[in-house]
């Protein structure tokens, strides 16, 4: 598959609380990005890192990079209920032309 | 950041016939443009690499055939979806790349009956 993997594929939980979620991929990468999707609708970027940072912040999220673990998470610290949306990783594998790979998702609730 | 569109939006055609997606790159150039294919619960999936003034390159699996690519100038690629099945119903999404990051059209929901 060309995917990589997310886990958990579904997450619930209530406003206020941090959410985390966790991608892995297999191959080298240039970078690694991390997009939000509300149902039926595009994709927004939320923050990118690239091969040589181990974790970045912006706003209420925090991203870390394992390339030695090809892991990654995203954090979102006192989540909204306007957080819920399905949340993808995606790689930018060396060499690949820019193409990117998509994660299979983790599905986020957060109830009020 | 930069800005990519897709025309259209929705579009919902009979089994057998061809539909035409449009994805623009409205203030930069994009020598690649990609195009993905999203199943309902599902995530993203890569179809192929739009290369302007060249040939596209497609993942494996995916029929050059049926999912015509053109690339004819730096801000314009087309997906044709040729003789068009219910199966073939989905969300279309294209990006283009800008440095190290790519942008995103907001998709094309495809509904074949």
Known sequence: ?????????????QEGENATMNCSYK???????????????????????????REKHSGRLRVTL????????LLITASRAADTASYFCATDPYNQGGKLIFGQGTEL???P | GAVVSQHPSRVICK???SVKIECRSLDFQATTMFWYR??????????????????????????KDKFLINHASLTLSTLTVTSAHPEDSSFYICSARDWDEQFFGPG??????
């Open chain 1, 109 to 111: 609730s957060v109830k």
């Open chain 1, 1 to 13: 598959s060309q995917q990589g993997e997310e886990d958990p594929q579904a997450l619930s939980i």
């Open chain 1, 66 to 73: 394992d390339t030695s673990k090809k892991s990654s998470s």
């Open chain 2, 15 to 17: 089994s057998g016939t």
């Open chain 1, 27 to 53: 191959t080298s990468i240039n970078n690694l990005q991390w997009y939000r999707q509300n149902s039926g609708r595009g994709l927004v970027h939320l923050i990118l890192i690239r091969s040589n940072e």
């Open chain 2, 38 to 63: 999203q199943f309902p619960k599902q995530s993203l999936m890569l179809m192929a690499t739009s290369n302007e003034g060249s040939k596209a390159t497609y993942e494996q699996g995916v029929e």
């Open chain 2, 108 to 113: 094309t929901r495809l509904t074949v009956l």
